[in-house]
């Protein structure tokens, strides 16, 4: 299957300060990566699309001020947490779309934990 | 009602067992559904992905779809305690708008008893 990296794997940062994660496809082009938060004992939550060469798409309730997206090329997307907050530590995973095929599988890189103090 | 719904579990299962992992969902446009297992701590993996109506095998999994009922479910035959995780189930949205997303279930928690 496609892989998919991401870094940092864990960030523990003050409350006000920015973080970026960044999100690589390896093996693979990537048009399309997704970002997705999850908390403790809960499902994935998508915060948005990002597409290559273009503006995210974010989903209802995400405030695309506070959460930034950069889609820069083909194979690297990255996720910066501005002024964050305790409220924001989370698990944020990204995953990418292998396109070829037409298949829509979405492989998921390893994730970032996020701690917010 | 959610979109994607599976019982929360936790689902028992001896070792050796089959598991029966189901899933429904509400968008009868949507065509393409998949099965990621999660690790604790960890992000989800692809395990199976399915598009049409019937039975798809690989390995020790089967993926069943039945597109008239909105039913997927995910059988686990000789099943092992390295199975025990949370199963997601995903489809894929089928407006044009949501056609890129995959739109998750809140997952099953699977235990294997050795």
């Known amino acids: 299957g496609a892989v998919v990296s991401q870094h940092p794997s864990r960030v523990i940062c003050k409350s006000g300060t920015s973080v970026k994660i960044e999100c690589r496809s390896l093996d693979f082009q990537a048009t399309t990566m997704f970002w997705y938060r999850q908390f403790p004992k809960q499902s994935l939550m998508l915060m948005a699309t990002?597409?290559?060469?273009?503006?995210?798409?974010?989903e209802q309730g995400v405030e695309k001020d506070k959460f930034l997206i950069n889609h820069a090329s083909l194979t690297l997307s990255t996720l910066t947490v501005t002024s964050a907050h305790p409220e924001d530590s989370s698990f944020y995973i990204c995953s990418a779309r292998e396109p070829s095929g037409g298949s829509y599988e979405q492989y998921f890189g390893p994730g970032t934990r996020l701690t917010v103090t | 009602q959610k979109e994607v719904e599976q019982n929360s579990g936790p689902l028992s299962v001896p070792e050796g067992a089959i598991a029966s992992l189901n899933c429904t969902y509400s968008?009868?446009?949507?065509?393409?559904f998949f099965w990621y297992r999660q690790y604790s701590g960890k992000s989800p993996e692809l395990i199976m992905s399915i598009y049409s109506n019937g039975d798809k095998e690989d390995g020790r999994f089967t993926a069943q779809l039945n597109k008239a009922s909105q039913y997927v479910s995910l059988l686990i035959r000789d099943s092992q305690p390295s199975d025990s995780a949370t199963y997601l189930c995903?489809?894929?949205?089928?407006?044009?708008?949501?056609?890129?997303?995959?739109?998750f279930g809140q997952g099953t928690r699977l235990t294997i008893n050795p």
């Open positions: 995903a489809a894929r949205g089928a407006s044009i708008q949501g056609a890129q997303k995959l739109v």
């Open positions: 990002s597409n290559e060469g273009s503006k995210a798409t974010y």
């Open positions: 968008d009868r446009g949507s065509q393409s």
